[in-house]
């Protein structure tokens, strides 16, 4: 698909996705990205990180961006204060109900391994490690039926390492029957949220904290948990490493993660309307 942008006035809120959007593929925020998001708000725009992340891999980061907006966090589930390190909003996946979607997700697909995040932080199930893409605290890991202990559920995390993502998240869906939101951001990992959660409805509770109108919003997303997001806001941008599903829905499509595509897209809108402020974004 070929790039194209929309160019427009500096928006209210400006929301972006962290991984393979906002951050490169060393997971940071280059200079570039940053002097657009400080122009941002230098021309009265909110800044609203919305991510998969749990709260603990958000706080560093919101903090050095000096954002005064909560992170949507959890895809969704928990919206949370970096500054006041306070979680000023949740809804979770209560623990009998994430113990019957793995009983009957266990069932359906045998040998899926299940994990959880949730107030007391991340556990998951020995077989789940065994698989993992990134290094588990040894702590976290847990025997049996030890991923499920009455706390509330931000997000149950499904993989099985037999079947593709699209083979497992077409099961799921069959499973669930509308008990909670299935989506994913990675190629080996199902992310499970309770019903009608997802990043849409928790930008829509920041922006209308802020008295934002929906229309005055653009979002920047590249994976299909973004996807609800980008279709909500006033303006959906894909950046061009994205997946096809979000360049497919997205109003835009702008350059990747590595080539600075959230801050171009601003640069633009800050161009069309504080010239002095845009060029400034694109000094070094």
């Keep these: 698909m070929a790039l194209r942008s929309t160019r427009a006035r500096v928006p209210a809120v400006v929301a972006s996705d962290l991984d393979g959007t906002l951050l490169t593929s060393l997971g940071e925020v280059s ?35 000096d954002l005064d907006t909560p992170v949507v966090c959890a895809n969704g589930a928990v919206l949370y204060d970096a500054r006041r390190d306070e979680v000023v909003a949740e809804r979770t996946l209560a623990t ?22 949730g107030a007391r932080g991340f556990r998951c199930e020995r077989r789940f490690a065994e698989h993992n893409e990134w290094p588990i605290p040894v702590d976290a890991v847990v025997d049996d039926e030890g991923w499920v202990d009455g706390e509330p559920v931000a997000k149950l995390l499904v993989r099985h390492p037999g079947l593709e993502l699209g083979e497992l998240l ?25 019903p009608g959660v997802d990043k849409a409805a928790g930008l829509a509770e920041v922006v209308g904290a802020l008295g934002v109108e929906q229309g005055d919003v653009v979002a920047f997303g590249d994976m299909p948990n973004d996807i609800p997001m980008l279709r909500w806001a006033g303006t959906g941008v894909a950046v061009a490493n994205a997946h096809r599903e979000v360049r497919a829905v997205a109003d835009a499509v702008t350059a990747s993660n590595d080539d600075d595509g959230v801050a171009r897209d601003l640069e633009e809108r800050l161009a069309a309307q504080q010239p002095r402020l845009a060029e400034g974004g694109r000094r070094g």
């Design 31 to 65: 200079p570039r990205s940053r002097r657009a998001l400080v122009a941002v708000r230098a021309a009265g725009g909110h800044v609203v990180l919305a991510t998969g992340r749990p709260t603990r891999y958000v706080v560093d980061l919101a903090r050095s961006l």
């Design 96 to 117: 009998r109900v994430v113990g019957e979607l793995g009983a009957a997700l266990r069932a359906r697909l045998p040998g899926v391994a299940f994990a959880v995040e």
């Design 170 to 194: 077409a099961a799921a869906g069959e499973v669930l029957d509308g008990q909670g939101e299935a989506t994913y951001s990675s190629a080996t990992l199902l992310e499970v949220a309770a």
